[in-house]
């Protein structure tokens, strides 16, 4: 290989970077009503998979951040702490900018819905939580 064909590889790589990064989630999400942050990554057993968990709370009035998860429909589950709790996982790429086949909890109501998320052309991204074929989506931005 000649030394121009290794500049133009080394030069496309670089180049090709800061694209790969924009199209991936990774990295650190305020959720849509402003109450926790997410820090999205790959998952501790499966790396070819993202997960995300809460890396900041806003407590909800008369709640502290050393608030447990209360509502966890399993009791040995409910003195887990708010703060550290994977809020989402399994996620599995899905095309350019999109991931499913995810679950996400809420730990609000102590459910769990089937979810698939999708980074935005102004680089937001979209969540969806579903139950069958109804969804409800969330906006989650990069905090500033």
């Known amino acids: 290989m000649s030394i121009r064909s290794l500049i133009f590889i080394a030069a496309f790589g670089l180049a090709a970077a800061p694209a790969f990064a924009a199209e991936s989630p990774e990295g650190v999400w305020l959720v849509q009503d402003h109450t926790a942050k997410v820090r999205i990554g790959p998952c501790a ?3 070819d998979q993202l997960c995300g968990q809460i890396v900041w709370f806003h407590p909800p009035p008369g709640r502290t951040e050393a608030d447990t998860d209360l509502h966890n429909p399993d009791p040995k589950l409910r003195s887990r702490p708010i703060l550290g709790l994977e809020l989402i996982w399994n996620f599995r790429p899905a095309g ?3 991931w499913d086949g995810g679950k996400i ?3 609000r109501s ?3 819905y089937n979810s698939k998320m999708q980074l ?9 939580g579903c139950v ?3 969804c409800q989506t969330q906006t ?3 905090p500033t």
């Open 140 to 142: 989650w931005k990069r």
């Open 132 to 134: 069958l074929m109804f």
């Open 45 to 47: 057993a499966r790396s």
């Open 110 to 112: 102590g459910k769990t």
């Open 96 to 98: 350019t900018g999109r």
């Open 120 to 128: 935005t052309a102004d680089g937001d991204l979209k969540v969806d």
């Open 105 to 107: 909890y809420d730990p």
